[in-house]
Every structure is written in C-alpha cells, then in structure tokens.
C-alpha cells in the first residue's frame, strides 16, 4: 500500500574529533500528508535518536528547518514526502556554520548581517509621545513593506547563491531584501547615500552575479529578482553622484 | 566555572521577553537574553491574527475604548482574571501598538470610502472616515463587542517579533542562542539567575543577575494535537516549579483553538471567522447559530471549541481515515481578500493540505492552543514568593486571561507586559537595597548540581525511552485532560502521568556525548514536562466546577460561591514527589470593576458568590453619584477600581483617538 522512502542523510558532528561526514541511509513508509518534519522525527523516535536536525513551528513560519533537499535549499517542514522521489540526499545548508548532522547556526549569521545592515528603522524621533494618534502611512505603502518583511531568514536564499559560496562576507539576497525593506519605508530617514554606505560594494549590491537562484528558492516568494534589481540600479546612480551630493540629499 | 553577570537577565526571546529587554537597557542596566533558538524563531511569530488595542479608527471600532476592551477581557477570562492587571493592560494596548508603529510594525492601514465585508454570511458594504485614512485598521475577532484587532496581514505576530528583535539589535542586547535556562539561583526567599546550558556544546554554566526575567512562552507540547511550535514545551513554568518556592497559577486553564487544521493541528487564524468565515457540518450545515444565537462562530475559543466537539458527538462531523472534523468555509471572503489578508492562511492550506481555501472548505478540529496558566506574580510582574524572579507572557500568569484568554490579546499582552515589567525590573535594579552582593557560592552549588544530575542521566542504564515517553504522556493529557473532562477520566489522567513521571526517573540514553544531544535534552525535558502535565491534571481534577476552557461534564455551572479563586501550584521538595501540593487564593468580588455575571454567551446559569449582589449595587450607587456629579467615564473607572498607581509613571496617562482627542482629556 504505501510505498517506502530512503533518506540519505549527510552526517557528521564537528564537535567530535572521531566523527566523519558521511551518508547514512533511513528507510520508512510514506504516508499521506507525511512531511520531512514528521518523517525525520518518525526516524529520531524509532531509528536513531542522536539525528540532529532544527524545527521549531513546523508550518512555514519561523525560517528555521532549511535544508538542502536533493541539492536544492528548502523548507522541510513543508515538504512533503509524496512529492519525492523514493531516494533522497538531505543535507545542512551550506556557507553557514555547521553544528550537527542537519543543524546550521543561521541565527548567528543573520544577528552579525543584521548589525552590519542596521536592519531597524531609524526614525525621526526616538521617543515618540505613544499616548497620541499614530502617524499616518498609505495602506499600499504598509502592505508593500510588509510584502518585504515577511522574510524568515531562513538561510536559503544564501545557500543558493553562487557569490556567498565565494565570499563570506556577501549579505546576500536575505541583506538586499532588509535594505530594500526600509527604502519602502517612508517613516524610515534614511537616504540611498546612506544605504549605499552598507551596500554599495562587491561585498553587496555590486558582488551580485544576478543569477537570482535566491528569488526560486525563497519559500516565501519574496519579489526578490525585481528589488534587487532596483536596488542595483539605486546604488549605480549613488555611485555615479558626487560624494558632496550623497551627504546633503 | 564559567559565570556571567548581569543586571537583568532575561529568559525567552519571544515578544515578552525582548521588549522587557529593551525597557530595561534603557534605563542603563546590563541585560542578557537567553533563547532556545534565534530569537526571531520563538513561537511569537506564528500569531497570525492580530493584537488588541482600541484605537477605534474603523467604522466597526468606533465607540470602543478602554473601557469595552476590558468588560470583553474579563467576561471572556469567565471572571478569572485580575481586574487591576485588567485595567492597566487595555490602558496600555494603544501605546504597545504605537510605539511599535514608530519602530517599524507595517500595520495594516485603513482605506477611506466603501469596502466589501462578510458579516454573518452576508456581503455588506462598510464606510470608512476619510479622516481615519492610514491610520492602524483593526479586524474583528470572537468574544469582543468592536472591531480592534490590529494586524499585519494575517502575519502579525512574525512583523511584531522582527520589529522588536531588530530593537533589540540596535539596543545591543547580547542574545545567548541556543542556551536554555535549566534551573533558577536562589536561596529560598531571592533569585539570583539561573544555570543555563549551551546547546551546541553542552556547557553549563551560571548568568547571574539582580531581577531575572521568565518569558519562555506556553507549554502546548504537552498535548498531542496542538498549534504550538515544538519548543513550546513549558520549561520556563518548570523553572519556577522545580524550586519549589515559587507556585504556578491556573495551570489547568488551557485553551483549545476552534481551527487548528486536521489532522496536523497547524493553526488558521481567528480572523478568518473574524473576515467572516463560517463552521460547517458533515451536512454542509452552518451549526453554530444554532448554539450560539448572539455571537455564533464569533464566541469566545473555549465556547466555539465545545460547541464544535459537541456537534461532533452528535454525529455531525465529517469522518476521515484521522477521525471527525468539521469544515471552516471562507470561500465566501473571495480569492481578493484571502490573497491580501489571510495570505499565510493560503499558504497553508496549499501546503499542507493541498487546497485553494477561496474554492475549497478547510477540514478543522480544536487544538490546544494557550496556556493561561503560568509563574504567578503580581501586577509589578514579581513573583511574591521569589524576590527578583519576574515573569512576563505567555509564560505568566499576572493573571490578565483568566481562564480564557481572548484571541489578539496575547501577543498584545506580551508587549504590554513586556513594557511593564521591563519598568519594574528596572526599577528593582535601580534600588540600592537589591544590590546584594552575588552569592557566587551558591551559583556553584546550583552549577554543580545541576551538572551532576545531567551527567548520572547521561550514564544511567535504563530503559525508558525520552521520545516515547513524550508521546505516551501528549497521548494522556490529550485523552483525558482535553475539551471535556470528568472525574473519571481526570483521575485516569493522573495516574497515568504519575506512573509516567516515575518511568521517567529510568531513561536511557544511546548516544553518550554531552553536548549537542537531542536525546539527552528530550530526557531532561519530559521529566519536566510531565511535572506539569501532572499539576494541570491535578488542578483540573480537584476545581469542580466549569469556568472559560475548563469545562468539567460533572460540574458544568460555573461556581463563584466556592471556586472564584485561583489555584497555585508547589512542587514539594522531595524526590519521589509525583504531585504538587495545591493552594487557592481568593478573588476580591467586593474590589472588582465588574462584578461577576453572564458572559454573554455560553451558559447562562452559574452559582454567584455572597458577595456579587451587593458589589453590584455599591456600583449602581457609585454610578448614579458619579453621573449626578457630571462625571464621565474616567471618573467613573476612578471611583469604582482605581488602578492608574500600579502603572510605571512613564506608561501613565490616557490614549487620543480620532473621537476622543487628548486636547479635551489633558
Ligand atoms: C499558531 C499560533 C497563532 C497565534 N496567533 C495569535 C494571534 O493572532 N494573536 C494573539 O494575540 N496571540 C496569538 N497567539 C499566541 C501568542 O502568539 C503567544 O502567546 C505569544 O506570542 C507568546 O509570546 P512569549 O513572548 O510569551 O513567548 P514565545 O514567543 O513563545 O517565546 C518564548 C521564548 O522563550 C525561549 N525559551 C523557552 N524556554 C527556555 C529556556 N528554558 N531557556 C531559554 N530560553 C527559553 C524560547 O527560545 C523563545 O525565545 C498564537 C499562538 C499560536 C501558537
């Protein structure tokens, strides 16, 4: 009735000097609506408990299972099991630093980009009087920031890309969108002079090959391949301005 | 050993915890997060709904005020929760949604002139004030009277926690990932931090601090079906447990969600009923107007969970090879609005479940959902039994839900709370009596042992397995502890879990390597778990009454005369303890605003306590005077149950709304 599935499952634990990468193979039956978070937990449960994998909300939400799926960067959590081939390769997200078996610390990375990128707003007043009527903002306004900040940092959109497998430093389509998110953002006093500071070099905007394998991964479908082309072309014409002109805008 | 220092040291980086974080740098104390995971990860990014405060800019919200907000908390907290916390949590809501509005939030924003709703199963068509234009739009939501849940989309919970974690960022608060707090410091009468454990390397060590914050969020994990995160496994209310000193409150209120989706128990929101949509039968039969003639599928959760469990029993669910459920229908809200306001309610339903929820109906069951109860403490958030231990959250029970909370009031909870207590701790920082000095000592003792006990778990040969013990115990409390509960089956439920708690006292261990071990940390967590499933059994088992989700088949009248009371729980400090010892502590009916009565749906009958009849008629006496003086609604809150003193002076002070400019109300 229902068919089996194998699991390849790169492991390895750096934290033990005995331990090797290699492939170990699970074998369970599919079953409908069975997702690799069931499947993997089905697997620590019953066939070895030492797997160590990440989820946390298991619907989508929290960005916190990626995984390469047969190469490709993916959320478990919401991949079903009858959409795959009868053998699969899992393996952890590569350019992040590895912790265990499927287990990278993407926090961590995205804590030290989000410092580099001072991903929060900057406001024109710090303190603002919170007993009175808020300020006003478009709703398209609202709704389109919001359409950038669903980002989950899950790490997939710099597993896939080819500039990050080179640099270590590149911020990656995940970077760009934060970016891109505060320029939608009109209570945000920054200028492109200012982003063009954070990201106007290889080790942003101009590292980014436009292969754009980052907006086909992105589980959220973040419009990436059009904001960071915009960006792009922001970042072009800041660098093209006199530098007296980038301060007094 | 390795021990760090803080002033305040903060455990869970949900909302709860990172906005107290940042109230406390603020002010110029040294503060330390801690955090299972990256702290944009925690659970409070999965609220999808909303969060409440009544700003009235919508046509629907208009009239609301603080007033509404907290008559809608209190009935739907079936008179559990405390009306001081109450009063000084709606005051605070407006400015919590503000003040996250200057940080960022991308709140949705009202549009003026006509749009199209669904009310009741009807398309009407609502106006919109051209002066509320971009300002903050709320929804509707069940139990509450106006429209005034603000959100994001329906992603709101994940905009708010990216909001105040980036805060966080800029405050340069050092959040410690991965590191989980396993027991409190303290010497029996002040808490002095907690041992933590790295979660990538094993280490343990101490972080010691003057005010030490739990905000770890609820326990859902503690059920099979739930639409809490795996994480959510209540370790934060363990820590207060295990010392033995400091009582949890309310533990056996749990909310069940009316759609989790079946059979997973991932949630859809309360705004897709809220947007109108409907609860079908096996016959395609929208059943709740039949129940709930008032508020139909807008009840409060504990009431639309039993309605939906009881038209299930009747035969009306639908039979699947998973069991019985029963359909949500938002067909009728249209592809448009399912695309731009329920778009994670799309998203999940294709994933999981493989339908378009604008052609499909989506198969719904109740799911656990919240824990009401948590680490009691004051309105200051201070636990009273605990010098320096706050809580603050889901985590708490301050006690602002009662024994049902209402939905959007959560997440707003968290970020009032988090702008309260974050004062408090504050200001117990600033007082030079709570700058003992750190019993390193003591740390060490705590360290020691803690580290002790890990490694005779690591080493004992036994022969339970953690993970099926887990199940074991979701399978019980799921069982017996659920919807409906009786004597019989409660009594069943804690045996069951005592006999687990003790199996758990032999785990088993395969893979011996201390430090990134999923296995070893699943051991040392079901034992904790199972103390509180336990204390939820017991408490549930004992309160023979029903009241908000704990509803027994045995007792189903609410009693006021005998159960208006709170219970707390302590575990005793003895080994092969498998109960905690229950005490009680009386609500206040002669103190309270809004004196015990019908909801407004659900039962009509309860037993009133002694008291109710003539609190009811001092406020009658009190209103008549105040209304003779000219006094308005303020001055009628002030006379009936002052509050505003048990607010930080910074949070003082009343919410300008578009028919209530502050000009007029200095
Ligand atoms: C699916 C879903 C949807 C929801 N929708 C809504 C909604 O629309 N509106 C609403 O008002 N409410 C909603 N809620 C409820 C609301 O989201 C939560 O109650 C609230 O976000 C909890 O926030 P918190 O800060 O208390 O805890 P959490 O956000 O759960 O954070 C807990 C933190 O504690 C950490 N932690 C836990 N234990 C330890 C430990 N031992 N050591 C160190 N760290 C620890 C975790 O890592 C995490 O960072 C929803 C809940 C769910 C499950």
């Known amino acids: ?249 | 050993m390795k021990t760090l220092m803080t002033d305040v040291l903060v455990v869970g980086g949900g909302l709860a915890g990172l906005r107290a974080a940042i109230g406390a740098k603020r002010r110029g104390h040294r503060v330390l997060a801690l955090s299972l995971v990256p702290p944009k990860r925690s659970h409070s990014a999965a609220a999808q709904g909303g969060m409440q405060a009544s700003l009235a800019n919508v046509i629907r919200g208009q009239g609301d005020c603080e007033d509404v907000h907290f008559e809608d908390t209190v009935r739907g907290s079936d008179w559990g929760a405390d009306q001081i916390v109450a009063r000084m949590f709606v005051n605070t809501a407006p400015k919590a949604v503000r003040e996250l509005a200057a940080w960022g939030t991308p709140w949705s924003r009202v549009r003026r002139g006509d749009h199209n709703v669904v009310i009741n199963g009807e398309k009407v068509t609502l106006t919109e004030r051209t002066e509320a234009h971009g300002l903050i739009a709320q929804r509707d939501f069940g139990g509450t009277k106006k429209w005034r849940t603000c959100h994001v989309s329906d992603g709101t919970g994940h905009a708010m926690l990216f909001t105040v974690s980036d805060q966080v960022i800029k405050h340069e608060i050092e959040v410690l990932e991965r590191t989980e707090a396993l027991a409190l410091i303290h010497d029996g009468e002040r808490c002095y931090g907690a041992v933590v454990r790295d979660l990538i390397s094993g280490e343990i060590f101490a972080c010691m601090a003057k005010a030490t914050l739990i905000a770890t969020g609820g326990a859902g994990r503690l059920y099979r079906v739930t639409t809490n995160a795996v994480i959510c496994e209540g370790m934060g209310h363990a820590l207060a447990l295990e010392t033995g000193i400091a009582p949890l409150g309310n533990m056996e209120a749990v909310q069940f969600h009316p759609t989790g989706i079946f059979p997973a128990g991932i949630l859809v929101t309360e705004g897709c009923r809220g947007d109108g949509g409907l609860l079908r039968d096996v016959d395609g039969h929208r059943f709740m107007p039949d129940y709930e003639p008032e508020k139909k599928e807008l009840a409060s959760r504990d009431v639309v969970s039993r309605r939906m469990e009881e038209h299930i029993r009747k035969g009306k669910g639908i039979p699947s090879r998973f069991g019985e459920h029963l359909w949500l229908d938002i067909t009728l809200l249209g592809k448009h609005h399912i695309e731009h306001n329920l778009r994670e309610v799309k998203e999940i339903c294709e994933t999981f479940l493989g339908i378009d929820p604008a052609r499909h109906w989506i198969p719904v069951r109740p799911a656990q959902h919240y824990t009401m109860g948590g680490v009691r403490t004051n309105p200051t958030g201070q636990s009273p039994w605990l010098t320096g231990l706050f809580a603050a959250g889901e985590a708490a029970c301050w006690d602002l839900h009662g024994f049902n909370r209402l939905g959007g009031n959560s997440v707003a909870e968290t970020v009032v709370a988090g702008m309260i207590v974050g004062e408090f701790m504050a200001d117990f920082c600033d007082d030079s009596a709570n700058t003992v000095a750190q019993p390193i000592k003591l740390a060490e003792e705590f360290v020691q042992r803690e580290s002790a006990a890990l490694n005779t778990l690591l080493h004992h040969p036994g022969k339970e397995n953690a993970f099926r013990l887990c199940t074991e115990m979701q399978e019980v409390m799921t069982r017996c502890v659920g919807i409906f509960r009786s004597h019989d089956d409660l009594q069943e439920g804690v045996s069951q879990l005592q006999r687990l708690l003790q199996k758990s006292r032999d785990i088993g261990i395969s893979g011996k390597h201390s430090g990134s071990n999923p296995e070893l940390v699943a051991a040392y967590r079901v034992r904790r778990m199972l103390k509180l499933a336990v204390t939820i059994a017991h408490g549930a088992l004992q309160r023979t009454e029903s009241r908000g989700a704990h509803f027994r088949e045995d007792f189903p009248q609410r009693n006021d005369e005998a159960w208006l009371k709170r219970t707390l729980a302590f575990w005793p400090d003895d080994r092969d303890a498998t109960l905690p010892r229950l005490e009680y502590e009386p609500l206040d009916v002669k103190r309270m605003e809004l004196p015990p009565g019908w909801r407004g749906y659900g039962a009509k009958d309860y037993i009133n306590h002694p008291d109710t009849p003539a609190r009811q008629s001092e406020i009658e006496r009190v209103r008549n005077r105040v209304q003779t003086e000219g006094g308005d609604r303020f001055a009628l809150q002030e006379a009936l149950m002052p509050y505003a003193d048990h607010l930080p002076e910074s949070l003082r002070g009343r919410n300008e709304r578009l028919d209530e400019p502050l000009e007029n109300n200095p």
């Open chain 1, 1 to 249: 009735m229902s068919r089996p599935i194998t699991l390849q499952i790169l492991r390895y634990n750096p934290q033990n000097a005995a331990s090797r990468p290699r492939l170990q193979s699970y074998t369970l039956d599919k079953a409908d609506g069975m997702t690799l978070f069931i499947a993997l937990n089905e697997i620590r449960e019953h066939q070895d408990a030492t797997l160590q994998f990440d989820f946390v909300c298991r619907a989508g939400i929290c960005g916190s299972c990626a995984m390469m799926v047969n190469g490709r960067p993916r959320l478990a959590c919401r991949t079903l099991v009858n959409e795959l081939p009868d053998t699969v390769v899992l393996a952890p997200l590569p350019f992040f630093e590895l912790i265990g078996d499927l287990s990278v610390n993407t926090g961590k990375w995205m804590r030290g980009m989000s410092e580099r990128l001072q991903t929060w707003l900057h406001a024109r007043e710090e303190l603002p009087d919170l007993r009175r009527i808020e300020e006003k903002m478009e709703p398209e306004e609202a709704e389109a920031v919001y359409e950038m900040d669903r980002c989950i940092e899950c790490g997939c959109c710099v597993a896939a890309c080819g500039t990050a497998q080179m640099r270590q430093d590149f911020v990656g389509a995940v970077g760009f969108g934060k970016i891109a998110r505060f320029r939608l953002d009109p209570r945000d006093t920054r200028t492109d002079g200012d982003y063009y500071e954070l990201i106007g070099d290889d080790s942003g905007v101009f590292g980014c090959m436009s292969l754009l394998a980052c907006h086909d991964v992105c589980p959220k479908s973040l419009p990436l391949q059009t904001q960071i082309a915009f960006l792009r072309r922001k970042m072009v014409s800041q660098a093209l301005q006199p530098a007296v002109a980038q301060t007094a805008n």
